[in-house]
């Protein structure tokens, strides 16, 4: 495929973000900040053990609290379930630490603290499944009736026949190697401002990625008409894939409106914020892996265990997702993936940063590392000789019309002057390379995949873009406007995106799976164009030129070749819409993937980190990481320069520090002190390196970039620290004891 | 617990409030003053997200901070920073050097930086990573922010000069 690149005015321009003015002067509003007349506050009474039955609850002096205006009990919320097996409040037993038992609704959150410490639950304790291997023991304890050996979901594939491949690879390695639980950390905690005042119709504001689920979660609990739920998305700080899904607090907050008659807030304490997230759980991987003696890779198995804690919502996705990323990097002959997730009675976990792809990718990359020192090849060569390219259709029918991954791998390698560093470095210095796919959108995990758009065009020459995904700081309302307006030959800053309110959104998935960029991007290119086909007629009459030939660009529209011609968009604008017809231009478009399933663009990166071990006290020090990432076409390049740098941040934050502590199934660190993230001084040097495939299916070309670049970040550091110690630490975080531990 | 009436001004207005004894300066500020600008985060003082600056310019984390102990006093929060419409060189910066993403904790990050170049235009990298140590931010792991930093202090560096030739 030739890569062309148009000459685009507006589109791979440097634009600051369309919301930016308002963040830097904290003009900007999140849910924390909404004030609603006679709004009151939560507070929720949570369980301390692990596994209890509840014999009793007297909430009779919390309710004698001055200023308590409702109480909601397990007696209030019966058959108000989440996901598969939750109970919204546990009538007969709670399943893990901090489960939410009795919600208070109060006028101040002091008094609805004060009261939440005088409910009165009286449990009876019981002995407690805390260990994923141990819960799938024969003798363990069932705790859920439908989970026979503890098992909530089970995803099996096979590709070829891959006994026979392995029988005839001259070199097969297998590893086993275990991630530690997490806590997605972003920086607004979880809250929601809930009004439930008017009878059958709920209004909630709260941070999240898809504004759309939630309301069809909300509906489906409360059994209302998904219509009569209206999300209202304001700013929502961080996703980090973790506001993927309603949890309790949004119901709590909810039914406490209902019940008082008044908005209710309900917002996380800082130790709250670490059970009320729900990020990944411990995962144990064991993988196997098989080339032939030229160093070609013939074969990938994985087994995967997922600690998914006390009950499953959504969480079956990350087996569906690492089930696919298998053969994503390398054509393979034949391919066996398992995975399972086992209940304990640890929170009930969803995934961190990465959607467990990352955290996978972790496991493999490093697997894939050693199979390759075990063959005598550097990593560099092995990974340029087994790498998929573009036409190259995955066995389980990926297919990449676009695919700049070699190029990823040379130019990374060439520029971090890897051939120099590469087994020369001095001891306790290391050099590793991390390579990693990611598809852009996920057709199938949801009842549809369609993302709509709808653009109005204002006679003073300006645009209202809708669209119905949100934007959590990955800057895609930004994205979508310089789309707009590329289309319409005006500027990002003419057009104002209007989004946030399930009223008046389009049609969105919401931005997860990678998805905004790919699909609302085309949609709202489609819209775009739809307004410029209106536009153009208009146009065509008053220039006397072909509406096919007409160019819209700088504010102006004039016929190819022809630009002494032009007219100001602004008349064409005026002249459509006080016209004898009085035309009003209103472009509306969509986009759904021609697929049954799956997407149509695939991106793919390569990192390389250098890191110094300091083998006294096993800390890791990460000098620089070189990046490269084939984005399709670099929308805003800036912006995307700053995805890819906030996924170093996190990928680096992951394999070196994040860990939730766990003793009983109770979280030892939590707080931001405790749960290590890096600082400012920790960050390494980043060279970014932006390649550009232009992809046939993608809104000028482009694909995603919002979570492609973490896949390559653990594994690159942690295949650094091999290089540094000559061996693996196969157990993340690579704390400093696990990486002491592994010197020796 | 009885109230307590204290004077706080907060960007050059004076404010008469009644408060508890154990209410934090941000409390005052978003609940009392409806002035949201300044962000709640962990409220423990780990995150650097209720960051504003007192008299002399100084980071004070508003979550840890007694309101009754600022009876009398002045100080700067994040609404405080621009002139007018004119944005400050730190904000600027932030913007054009794309430094803020989801904006929860950029009210923070501005005020630690500005606390840094209200006494340092010229600060080293090491000065930055000082000024900055007390802040998390996870979606830009503070690369640009450090160069949006960089660039805000480049030109104020260049207002001294200007200034100081007219």
């Known amino acids: 495929m030739a890569r062309v690149k148009d000459d685009l005015a507006v589109v791979g321009k440097n634009w600051a973000r369309l919301d930016g003015i308002d963040k830097v002067s904290g003009r900007s509003i999140f849910a924390d900040d909404v004030r609603l007349p006679g709004m009151l506050f939560g507070k929720v009474v949570r369980s301390p053990y692990a596994h209890a039955r509840i014999l009793n609850i007297d909430t009779s002096a919390a309710e004698a609290v001055p200023g308590v205006k409702a109480v909601v009990t397990p007696e209030d919320a019966k058959d108000i379930w989440i996901g598969i097996n939750q109970p919204l409040l546990p009538a007969e037993k709670v399943n893990h630490v901090g489960q939410e038992v009795v919600a208070i609704a109060a006028i101040s959150e002091a008094a609805a603290t004060e009261a939440a410490a005088l409910v009165k639950v009286e449990y009876e304790r019981l002995p407690a499944l805390l260990d994923v291997e141990k819960a799938l023991a024969d003798n363990a304890a069932q705790l859920h009736a439908k989970a026979e050996h503890n098992i909530g979901w089970k995803q099996e594939d096979v590709h070829g026949d891959p006994d026979a491949v392995f029988a005839a690879c001259e070199f097969v390695r297998e590893d086993r190697y275990v991630t530690h639980p997490t806590h997605n950390c972003y920086a607004e905690y979880h809250v929601c401002v809930a009004d439930f005042t008017k009878p059958g119709k709920l209004k909630m504001w709260t941070p999240t990625q898809t504004a759309l689920l939630f309301q069809q979660s909300l509906a489906a609990g409360f059994k209302l008409p998904a219509s009569d739920v209206r999300l209202l998305t304001l700013n929502s700080g961080g996703g980090f894939t973790g506001r993927t899904s309603t949890r309790p607090h949004h119901f709590l907050a909810a039914m406490l409106s209902r019940k008082s008659g008044r908005p209710v807030r309900l917002r996380a304490s800082g130790d709250e914020e670490f059970i009320m997230c729900r990020a990944g759980g411990k995962v144990i991987y064991k993988l196997r892996s098989g080339a032939d003696k030229d160093g070609r890779l013939k074969v990938i198995e994985a087994d995967l265990l997922f600690d998914t804690g006390a009950y499953v919502e959504s969480q079956m996705i990350v087996t569906l997702l690492t089930s696919k990323y298998i053969h994503a990097l390398y054509p393979l002959e034949a391919s066996r993936y398992r995975g399972r997730l086992v209940h304990t009675n640890n929170l009930p976990y969803y995934f961190h940063h990465g959607g467990g792809i990352a955290q996978f990718q972790f496991a493999l990359g490093q697997h894939i590392d050693g199979l390759a020192r075990d063959i005598g090849m550097d990593p560099v060569d092995f990974n340029l000789l087994n790498a998929v390219e573009e036409g190259h259709t ?325 295949n650094a620290v091999t290089h540094a110690i000559g061996n693996q630490v196969t157990e993340m975080p690579l704390s400093p004891w696990r990486v002491i531990k592994a010197i020796k | 617990m009885s109230k307590q009436l204290i004077t706080l001004t907060v960007n050059g207005d004076a404010y008469e409030v009644a408060v508890e004894p154990q209410q934090t300066l941000l409390e005052v500020l978003r609940d009392t003053l409806n002035m949201t600008g300044t962000k709640r985060g962990c409220t423990a003082g780990s995150c650097g997200v209720c960051t504003v600056n007192g008299e002399r310019g100084q980071a004070i984390l508003s979550c840890m901070a007694l309101a009754v102990e600022w009876d009398g006093r002045s100080l700067t929060t994040v609404e405080g920073v621009a002139d007018g419409n004119e944005l400050h060189p730190v904000q600027q910066a932030f913007l054009e050097f794309g430094a803020v993403q989801c904006g929860f904790c950029t009210p923070g990050l501005i005020m630690s930086a500005k606390a840094l170049l209200d006494v340092n235009t010229d600060p080293t990298d090491a000065d930055i990573n000082v000024a900055m140590a007390g802040a998390i931010c996870r979606c830009t792991g503070h690369i640009k922010v450090k160069k949006a930093i960089r660039e805000a202090a480049r030109v104020l560096r260049a207002r001294e000069v200007s200034d100081g030739a007219s």
């Open chain 1, 394 to 718: 995955t066995m389980e029918g990926a297919h990449y019309a676009s695919c700049g991954l070699k190029e990823c791998i040379e130019k990374t390698a060439s520029l971090a002057g890897w051939k120099d560093k590469y087994g020369k470095l001095p001891k306790y210095k290391g050099i590793g390379i991390g390579i990693g796919a990611m598809a852009s959108g996920a057709k199938g995990l949801f009842k549809h995949d369609t993302s709509a758009a709808f653009v109005k065009v204002t006679d003073d020459g300006k645009a209202s873009l809708f669209v119905g995904l949100p934007d959590m700081g990955q800057s895609s309302h930004t994205a979508m406007a310089i789309i707009c307006a590329e289309v319409l030959g005006i500027t990002p800053n003419d057009i104002n995106v209007i989004s946030g309110d399930t009223d008046s959104d389009p049609l969105d998935v919401g931005a997860f799976t990678q998805r905004g960029t790919f699909n609302t991007g085309n949609a709202t290119r489609n819209a775009a164009l739809d307004a410029r086909n209106q536009l153009a007629k208009t146009a065509a009459a008053l220039l006397e030129a072909d509406e096919a030939t007409l160019v819209f660009r700088d504010h102006k529209v004039y016929p190819q070749g022809a630009e002494d011609q032009a007219i100001p968009f602004k008349k064409v604008v005026y002249q459509t819409l006080h016209s004898r017809e009085g035309r009003f231009v209103m472009g509306r478009g969509f986009y759904n993937s021609p697929l049954e399933k799956g997407t149509m663009a695939y991106s793919f990166g390569a990192q390389i980190a250098e890191v110094t071990v300091d083998p006294g006290t096993g800390v890791v020090t990460v000098h620089k990481i070189t990046a490269a990432h084939d984005v399709g076409r670099a929308i805003n390049p800036r912006i995307v320069e700053g995805q890819i740098d906030g996924q170093i941040f996190s990928g680096m934050s992951q394999v070196l520090y994040e860990e939730t502590i766990l003793e009983d199934g109770q979280v030892m660190n939590p707080s931001r002190i405790d749960y290590k993230m890096p600082r400012a001084f920790e960050m390494p040097e980043v060279e970014h390196i932006i390649v550009e495939t232009i992809d046939p299916n993608g809104p000028f070309g482009a694909k995603e970039v919002g979570e492609g670049p973490i896949v390559c970040t653990m594994q690159a550091i942690a």
